[in-house]
């Protein structure tokens, strides 16, 4: 039975009132419905025609602009039926539903007004950037299901590339979007499928790059590179290139990272292979030795950390010839052009770290230092004897030989390490400071095809330092400051090395030397690791160290320092410290769009530059972005190096680097890249670069990109 209430405004609201009348109403609606009385709170139902109650169905009808809203919900659609028995409303017709920050638009829909779940047909919805058109859209438990839908982007102009999609699931906790079936479009053609798509919507943007362009010396070139899965912790891509004269070469990575926020574990290891039956004119190798077809490299790389104190670390490198690399991937060989294989496994306690670690060759075309295994174990500083003095324990046992570029094992020794160190800290003054020490170290090493050596040292060790700072109430907006701390530290300390047995090692036993450090290098005896070459020596060192600290939200973080050293004198008979040195450091980091650091160091007896390095980035706001970098050794081989970024306007941008070398002259590398983004969805970049200089790197390479779904 059916029955029409009449109405001045034809509206009735399922709220508690004041009116007589429709407190019967909403009494009677309230028992019909039984124990959800409850679900009905705040909810409201209103249109412009009488709505329209179906008492023994339990429903209420509302037609005309029908709007029902309250809870967190707002529906609006040409016709609304409301079943109180269950708890649903079905729309019909230019429906609009907003639901928890979520919109959509369609022409039918059943909504669950008790669990938010809801089916909807023909649908266009949202999610950014993407614009949705599907045939049904189901959602529950956090969780949205697409069917046969398409995927725009929220600017999608002539040829802007889109998607074609069978099944889609997206996450809504974990932003994991899954999909299946998908089709390529571009300008409402398909142009190409995939079978599955897994990504992480709030992570990185998606890439699809076609890729062509001439590289020496493997010549033309066409290809792609694209993202595969990209989840919350786990993310893989796959490059695929023909070169014309060469084959096709595949490279798919891997990355996996996950944490803790309070990092009592972590997790960061990424994976990289590349391989190619190279059917080209291949050099020899570095060896001058023939190079086989079948060509490749992989790298595995990866450090875990397990309850604040394990920690594991593994680097893992293979190459078929010395060339593969520098061949295949310039971008990484420019990183980096020395690999070896290693891994740690260390425990880190309050007073006790263990570390155990080998590192072995992992390219016979290149000479290694192994350690198979290497051993490590301090304990301290830590009161053992008394409440006046720290004592720190230092043990290591060593296994080492070294291998030439052919694989073949040379030298190797056997090696046990002891230390002893015992420090007490006297407080003078305020600020002023004596620590003297007495340090023990015996090793012995037991060589391959010659003589065990044991020597043993003795060290007496005495500083002061005086620590000053001041506080200044200097409050900033500019500068993100509200007070700025000024430390200072001088010190003088005294470090004097006695033999107490004498034994040299020759130097072609020696595998693990100290040589001097580019930076400040150690005075105290324990600090020398890499000691085959470890010796008397004396060393009068003075320091002046300056901070200047900003505060913020009640820390302070670092602005600026500088640091100045100055080995006042050395005994020149010892042969590990035969010479003194000056060293300074200054780092001015006061903003993320300022920094500049300064490092020299300098062989005060002979003034010769052991090590002068600079460098410096300014970000200009938005649109541009300058650093330059300086860095000279004694060698010889200085290096100046720019790189900058300037965007052109919202599509356009351009950036490149040039190294210049001051003593040749010359310029041994440049790059260049413009980079376009029209229309939306498409990133177009043109790549120029040149390395000159050396035999197999006197080449002009250039490179044309184009990354599909660039949003």
Known sequence: MENEVPSIVHKVRFLRTQSFFFSCLFLLTSLLHGANK???????????????????????????????????????????????????????????????????????????????????????TGLYPWIIEAEQLLASDSNYTIENATFTHENHERFSPGLLIDKAIYETNSTRLQARGIGLTIDGKTIGKFPKLTRKVSGPEPRLELLGGERQPLGWYAGLRMDTINTTSFSSEMEAISYFDRGVFLDPQFSYFKSEDDESYYHNWSATFGGIKDEGDIVRDSRNLQIDQERGYMNIFGISRFQDQWTMALDLNAFSDSEVYRDYDRDGFEQNQWYNNALEVAYEGDDLTI?????????????????????????????????????????????????????????????????????????????????????????????????SHTRSFWETGNEVSFTLHADYPTESTVWKTEGLRHVMTFSVGHNHVHPLKESTISNSALIEPYLENPNLGPIELLDYLDSDNLASYEVIRLGWEQELLSLQDGFYERWADLQLYQDAWVDSSSLLIPAPYFYTQARLHPARWLSMDVQAKVNTDTGELFRSAYGLSVL?????????????????????????????DESKSVSGAIRYDPKLRTFPYWSGLLTIRKPTGWEWSVYLSQRRGTARENDLSWGLGVNLFSF
């Open 355 to 451: 570390s155990v670690a080998t590192k072995w060759q992992a390219n016979e075309f290149q000479s290694q230092a192994e350690s198979i295994p290497n051993v490590l174990v301090t304990y301290g500083p830590k009161s053992l004897w008394n409440k006046w003095t720290y004592e720190t324990l230092q043990l290591e046992y060593a296994e080492r030989n070294v291998r030439n570029s052919l694989g073949e094992k040379g030298n190797a020794y056997s090696k046990f390490d002891f230390g002893y160190k015992t420090a007490s800290t006297f407080g003078i003054t305020k600020g002023l400071i004596y620590t003297p020490s007495i340090s023990f170290r015996w090793q012995t090493f037991d060589i391959d095809q010659a003589d």
């Open 620 to 648: 200009d706001g938005f649109k541009n972005e300058i650093s330059v970098h300086y860095l000279a050794y004694d060698q010889g081989n200085d290096s100046l190096q720019t790189q900058f970024m300037h965007i052109l």
């Open 38 to 124: 409850e679900l009905i709170q705040g909810i409201a139902l209103e249109a412009e025609n009488p709505l329209v109650y179906d008492n023994e169905k339990e429903t209420i009808t509302a037609s005309g602009n029908a709007l029902l809203s309250g809870d967190g919900i707002y529906l609006s659609a040409e016709r609304i039926i409301w079943d109180r028995k269950t708890s649903t409303v079905r729309a019909e017709g230019n429906i609009a539903l907003g639901v928890v920050g979520y919109r959509l638009l369609a022409k039918s829909l059943t909504l669950d007004l008790q669990s938010g779940a809801f089916t909807a047909e023909n649908v266009k």
